[in-house]
């Protein structure tokens, strides 16, 4: 599923996303989720007119969150 939304992004924040996502290795987790909220974070200060982006930034919001703390699963 990870590798159909590399081919399928549409803004530049969502590769930090992506990355974050798809890291393998326990260790880097940590560095990777802060990047990536980093730079949805830096996305929202911006007012976003198009509403895809901003249901795109709202799915980012809560798949990192939950890469962040796996127990909003249950």
């Not at 990355?19 to 949805?40: M, Q, S, T, Y």
């Not at 901003?54 to 909003?72: F, S």
């Given at each position: 599923m990870l590798e159909r939304l590399a081919t399928n992004l549409k803004y530049p924040w969502q590769q930090a996303v992506l990355?974050?996502?798809?890291?393998?290795?326990?260790?880097?987790?940590?560095?990777?989720?802060?990047?990536?909220?980093?730079?949805?974070s830096a996305r929202l200060i911006e007012e976003v007119a198009d509403p895809d982006e901003?249901?795109?930034?709202?799915?980012?919001?809560?798949?990192?969150?939950?890469?962040?703390?796996?127990?909003?699963w249950l």
């Open positions: 990355d974050a996502l798809k890291e393998d290795k326990p260790e880097r987790w940590p560095g990777k989720i802060a990047e990536a909220e980093r730079a949805v901003r249901l795109a930034l709202r799915g980012a919001v809560i798949a990192l969150g939950c890469a962040r703390d796996p127990t909003m």
